[in-house]
């Protein structure tokens, strides 16, 4: 199974996640991550580490951030370069977890299931039109 890390700013992981156990139950080989106000670049980097070290054994490292150059993207995207089998995305949402956390008992293909985040991210984002 693929390992998931929420990195984002503030509690927004730990949320994200307690949404998407609503639907599907509760997770395994799921870490977050807060960085929150006041917290240095030194703290984030020993939070994934701890984060990476709870995943256990995984068939891979998908990490999901908030937003793109923020401290929590910069720092997975350092992991995605220096670290084999770790895939960093950014812009995540509810419906990307959950497609993501669905798809991933199925593969452990890490490019299935960036590609599956990115098509769920995209599909479930619009605008409602009232006639």
Known sequence: MVG????????????ALDVASMF????EKVSCISFLAGDSLETLMDR??????????????????????????NVATLYQKTTSNVQALY?????MLLELLDAREQTSALDKLVQAALDAGAREMGSIVID
């Open 91 to 95: 812009g995540f949402n509810v419906p």
């Open 48 to 73: 994934f580490q701890t984060a990476i070290a709870e995943l256990g054994t995984v068939d891979g490292v998908l990490i999901l951030t908030d937003l793109k150059g923020g401290s929590p993207c």
């Open 4 to 15: 998931l890390i929420l990195a984002t700013h503030g509690t927004m992981a730990a949320a």
């Open 24 to 27: 599907l139950g509760e997770q």
